[in-house]
């Protein structure tokens, strides 16, 4: 039942969700702590001042190390790492299931699932500080991402990683957990349905979608200007046996073969006559025994006749 990625995917979000359920009932402080966290000024008034512009006082190291142990500042923090990590983990598997052999990347997949944490780690650390907010672009803009997306869709499990790391680090874990949830459902949705593979037909103001039998119909207008070297003719009182029969004994003694026609008699017998073209190696009364023996009881008799051309 795991080998199913549905299944997987939604014992997985299921037990997520029951698992935050009950530690926030087990203990409810920590819903205190990531609402404060959520509450606090993202940008100071002041350019050089801000709520975190000096996290450890150099004054008093007690008072630092203190703060760094102190449960309404710790524990946000690994509230939004964890989530940052638990809500992107599917999203790598989707990725993986979803992505073409010759198009997945191992080390993109990898990049996905550390980008989250690493964006929920930059939210705190220019939280209330419009001075490390600058000086942060600065850095991104001077270190760059040196790996290039050749991929539309590559780029958007990028920027969904990155949206989620900020919604993580921001404390907003609802939308973090339903935004994981919606892309993979839409992600699969889309991959399953192989969606725009074929591109629709306009005439005019209205849509038509090309049928099957006009997509195949250059495919057998091909076939049929190929010819056939010989016919073969089966009597026979079971007409569907003797195709399954003779069709298994056509498949390694001819190029191709198709069935032309099937007659029926009075007396209750038919002929199925079958196009065939026969491989240099294949001689008729090999052929003939074989079919002979393939439909033993329900064949009268066998008879190959070899032509020049014959169009199918």
């Given at each position: 039942m795991l080998k199913n990625i549905v299944i997987r995917l939604l014992i997985y979000y299921a037990a997520w969700l029951l698992a935050l359920s009950g530690v926030f009932h087990l203990f409810p402080q920590i819903l205190q702590y990531v609402a404060q966290e959520r509450e606090r000024i993202f940008i100071a008034k002041s350019v050089t001042t801000g709520a975190d512009a000096i996290p450890f006082p150099l004054g008093n190291i007690e008072q630092g190390v203190g703060r760094l142990v102190d449960p309404a500042h710790t524990i946000p923090v690994m509230v939004a790492l964890v989530l940052a990590f638990g809500v992107t983990l599917p999203i790598t598997w989707v990725y993986r299931w979803t992505r073409p052999r010759k198009k997945y990347n191992q080390s993109f997949a990898q990049t996905l699932l550390v980008v989250p944490i690493s964006i929920a780690l930059v939210v705190f650390l220019v939280k209330g500080s419009l001075a490390l907010a600058f000086s942060l672009a600065g850095i991104?803009?001077?270190?760059?991402?040196?790996?290039?997306?050749?991929?539309?869709?590559?780029?958007?499990?990028?920027?969904?990683?990155?949206?989620?790391?900020?919604?993580?680090?921001?404390?907003?874990?609802?939308?973090?957990?339903?935004?994981?949830?919606?892309?993979?459902?839409?992600?699969?949705?889309?991959?399953?349905?192989?969606?725009?593979?074929?591109?629709?037909?306009?005439?005019?103001?209205?849509?038509?979608?090309?049928?099957?039998?006009?997509?195949?119909?250059?495919?057998?207008?091909?076939?049929?200007?190929?010819?056939?070297?010989?016919?073969?003719e089966v009597h026979t009182t079971k007409v569907e046996e003797v195709q399954k029969a003779t069709a298994s004994v056509l498949k390694s003694n001819t190029k191709r073969w198709q069935v032309a026609n099937v007659i029926k008699n009075a007396d209750g017998t038919a002929v199925v006559v079958f196009d065939v073209w026969l491989k240099k190696s294949v001689d008729s009364p090999s052929l003939v025994r074989d079919i002979e023996a393939n439909g033993k009881g329900h064949i009268s008799s066998v008879i190959v006749k070899k032509q020049d051309l014959v169009t199918a």
């Open positions: 991104v803009g001077a270190v760059r991402f040196r790996t290039s997306l050749d991929e539309p869709i590559d780029a958007v499990y990028m920027f969904m990683a990155i949206g989620i790391g900020l919604a993580s680090g921001t404390q907003l874990t609802t939308v973090a957990y339903l935004a994981s949830l919606t892309f993979v459902t839409i992600a699969l949705g889309v991959w399953k349905s192989n969606f725009g593979a074929q591109p629709a037909v306009i005439s005019g103001w209205r849509i038509a979608s090309p049928e099957k039998s006009d997509q195949a119909s250059p495919k057998k207008a091909v076939a049929a200007e190929k010819p056939y070297n010989a016919q073969v």
